[in-house]
């Protein structure tokens, strides 16, 4: 009896561990990163950074292609949803699908949408209510946090 019931007990309590999978399939320490990236992406990436505006090339990026996270390759954006919001940062309004995943930063006296990479975790920017149609959404981006790859070239590998 005692067998039944903690065997009743493991299957019902199944679907609450599925549901609880880890979100970052790539998780990398610090240190490994530190050594994988330039350290102003290092800091926006893994240390929540903000670079200064006006300073990425990618503000002037206006060619087709794909941007990717810089840290692990994953491709984010594409050059058809960017838009020139005129902050100093690369703006678009509307990710990849499953490309990325938000979390509220308090950082600021008034809370804010972080956004960050799905697969590896890498900070990207913050997401707000005044973007053009047809989403509302202005994804406001660091560009060191990002790489961009022109159409027609192949992206690059996952990192692993
Ligand atoms: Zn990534």
Sequence with gaps: M???????????????????APPLPL????SEWKALVSPMAYQVLFQHGTERAGTSPLNAEK???????????????????????????????QPLPDAVGTSTDHKLFIPRTEYHCARCGGHQG????????????????NGVA???????????????
């Design 126 to 141: 913050h997401v707000f209510d005044d973007g053009p149609k047809p989403t509302g959404k202005r994804y406001c981006n």
């Design 63 to 93: 060619r087709a292609g794909t941007y990717v996270c810089a840290a692990c390759s994953l491709p984010l954006f594409s050059s058809a949803h960017k838009f020139d919001s005129g902050t100093g940062w690369p703006s678009f309004f």
């Design 27 to 30: 998780n990398k320490t610090a």
């Design 146 to 160: 990002l790489a961009f790859i022109p159409e027609g070239l192949p992206l690059p590998a996952l990192r692993t």
């Design 2 to 20: 005692l067998k039944q019931l903690s065997a009743w007990w493991a299957g019902a309590a199944l679907p609450a561990t599925t549901l609880a």
